[in-house]
């Protein structure tokens, strides 16, 4: 098993240029998030799918879409990046959304928006 | 509001000794569970201990260890034995039973350093 992984590990972008964070796991999980990791501040849910097809908002949606069309893919997409959006971005799964259950979470990406 | 504090932002300990990071949270939950994750310089998250709020008796993995109270919302966790791959930044995290999102609630961080 792969586990979770994610790309790129590293990203520079101009500010209002577009991409998109690719995340996959193999291990049949329905719950997926991302979250993003700023200096002094831990990390922070973005978004997350509870099933293929059903996603909704985290703490900190604003500048961030998503989607679920499989259950193994999850996509984070920033529409126009901000330097605000420089940050460290992880992707996590587990089998469902039980909160005792054990995240697993992908290398994280790390992204300089300039 | 939902909240976790770490307020030791950094720590360092001689190789082979104890040490103790704290964390405090917030909370009007009675059911919830608390997480230690350790992440390395190679960035990657990886869980150490779990608690679950219900259970009294203070969770343990090998050389990591909880001291949960509940009542004073205080979750320290002690490492033994320090040995130097248990230099990280070490996050204290949080959910509510309840919770729809599956958010952990994650505190500020401490880096904690194990010297030779």
């Known amino acids: 098993n792969a586990g979770v992984t994610q790309t790129p590990k590293f990203q520079v972008l101009k500010t209002g240029q577009s991409m998109t964070l690719q995340c996959a796991q193999d291990?049949?999980?329905?719950?997926m998030s991302w979250y993003r990791q700023d200096p002094g501040m831990g990390l922070r849910l973005i978004h997350y799918?509870?099933?293929?097809?059903?996603?909704d908002q985290g703490e900190v949606p604003n500048g961030y879409n998503v989607s679920r069309s499989t259950t193994e893919d999850f996509p984070l997409r920033l529409l126009s990046a901000a330097p605000s959006q420089t940050s460290v971005y992880f992707c996590?799964?587990?089998?469902?959304?039980?909160?005792?259950?054990?995240?697993?979470f992908g290398s994280g990406t790390q992204l300089s928006v300039l | 509001a939902q909240t976790v504090t770490q307020s030791q932002p950094e720590m360092s300990v001689q190789e082979a000794e104890t040490v103790t990071l704290s964390c405090t949270y917030d909370?009007?939950?009675?059911?919830?569970?608390l997480f230690w994750y350790k992440q390395p310089p190679s960035r990657q998250m990886i869980l150490v201990i779990r608690?679950?709020?219900?259970?009294?008796q203070n969770a343990t993995e090998n050389r990591f260890s909880v001291n949960f109270q509940k009542a004073a919302k205080s979750f320290s966790l002690k490492i033994s034995d320090s040995q130097l791959g248990d230099t990280a930044m070490y996050f204290c995290?949080?959910?509510?039973?309840?919770?729809?999102?599956?958010?952990?609630?994650f505190g500020q961080g401490t880096t904690l350093q194990v010297k030779p």
């Open positions: 996590a799964s587990s089998y469902h959304r039980g909160t005792n259950e054990k995240l697993f």
């Open positions: 291990m049949n999980h329905e719950y």
């Open positions: 799918s509870v099933g293929a097809g059903i996603t």
């Open positions: 909370t009007s939950e009675n059911n919830y569970y």
């Open positions: 608690q679950e709020a219900y259970k009294q």
């Open positions: 995290a949080f959910t509510p039973v309840t919770s729809n999102t599956g958010k952990l609630i």
